[in-house]
């Protein structure tokens, strides 16, 4: 069974940092292009970044330059460094693993909230 776990999540002020974790159980996160996506309240769910397999990365126009996405294959865990953190970053955050094969799932976690308030 895959399983998908967040934390990290919180309540943090304007300015301030929060580090996500994503632990996976299941698969061999090596393979897969893994993801932080996130949904605020009545908003859709949006790529925040993503690593492939190889290492490439690429970020949503609005966290560049403030958020880092690394993954450590040997813990199967993937992180993404929050810096700078803004109230229009709140919302809850979801892993993702994907292979982007077409008969092949998509995993995801439960997600994490995270709350950027003064």
């Known amino acids: 069974q895959v399983q998908l776990v967040e934390s990290g999540g919180g309540l943090v002020q304007p300015g301030g940092s929060l580090r996500l974790s994503c632990a996976a159980s299941g698969i061999s996160i090596g393979i897969y292009t893994m993801g932080w996506y996130r949904q605020a309240p009545g908003k859709e769910r949006e790529l925040v970044a993503a690593v492939t397999s190889t290492g490439t990365t690429n970020y949503a126009d609005s966290v560049k330059g403030r958020f880092t996405i690394s993954r450590d294959n040997a813990k199967n865990t993937v992180y993404l460094q929050m810096n700078s953190l803004k109230p229009e970053d709140t919302a809850v955050y979801y892993c993702?693993?994907?292979?982007?094969?077409?008969?092949?799932?998509?995993?995801w976690g439960q997600g994490t909230q995270v709350t950027v308030s003064s």
């Open positions: 993702n693993a994907d292979r982007h094969i077409a008969w092949l799932p998509v995993h």
